[in-house]
């Protein structure tokens, strides 16, 4: 599974991004991340989650999931992140930075 992560906006409007092959994960890391989809449901979500009132400097995210022959981008502001999403996020931000 390959997982491509974007997170911009914010107060300074920095990007961040990095790919991710879930099979070159250690085993712990790989199962965290299947986990962290099935508990936001994720092929299930819309492909934008928007708010309904905006905000200065929050950030944005995109996430695309290639799994098998399944294909799934979500994009989705700060404000409007489901809680069930946000174990994922949290994951892939961690990943972000330590691939720097």
């Given at each position: 599974?390959?997982?491509e992560y974007e997170r911009s906006?914010?107060?300074a409007g920095m990007r961040m991004t990095t790919s991710v092959d879930?099979?070159?994960l250690p085993l712990e890391q790989a199962e965290e991340m299947r986990s962290a989809l099935?508990?936001?449901?994720?092929?299930?979500l819309p492909s934008r989650i928007t708010a309904e009132t905006g905000g200065a400097d929050r950030f944005q995210y995109r996430v695309t999931v290639h799994a098998q022959?399944?294909?799934h981008t979500v994009e989705v502001g700060e404000a409007a992140v489901p809680?069930?999403?946000?174990s994922l996020l949290n994951l892939l931000n961690t990943l972000a930075r330590t691939r720097r």
């Open positions: 599974m390959l997982i906006g914010g107060f879930s099979d070159a099935e508990k936001a449901d994720f092929f299930q022959d399944i294909q809680e069930n999403l946000w």
